[in-house]
């Protein structure tokens, strides 16, 4: 059984929008943190932002929920982050961590993945530098 919060959460990363931005008020406690690769923010503003700026910034992006774990007011989900190239699709894979104040809100929302493999790594130019150095810097190569 998906605990609640989880599931409220799962949904909106699902349906997001532009429209259902205001919805954060709802989701994120008032001085909720925010932080993935690129930001580190606070409070419903700063929450609101970073999300416009992806819509603004992106193509089609779609969050696909692949799995949720909630233990007490922790909960890890796992995703893909769907966008559109003008050359090809891409797929980024990634974690978030949650942790949720006492009223069920979202107080810490916390994004792992890696830049350089999901990003940095399919971009031209920049990409072959980054398999070159991600080759000459491994263990096993």
Known sequence: ?????????????????????????DIYATEARFKDPFNDVQGHRDITRVFAHMFDTV?????????????????????????????????????????????GRVSLHRDYWDPAEELYSKVPVLGAFVRWLTRRLSATR
């Not at 609640?4 to 919805?23: G, N």
């Not at 090809?88 to 894979?93: D, E, G, N, Q, S």
């Open 1 to 25: 059984m998906t605990d609640p919060r989880t599931a409220r959460i799962a949904q909106f990363y699902t349906s997001i929008t532009p429209a259902s931005l205001a919805q954060i008020p």
């Open 59 to 103: 193509a089609e992006p779609r969050f696909e929920v692949l799995s949720t774990h909630t233990q007490g007011d922790e909960a890890w989900l796992t995703w893909n982050f769907r966008l559109q190239r003008a050359n090809a699709p891409l797929v980024i894979h990634g974690a978030t961590r949650i942790l949720f104040d006492a009223q």
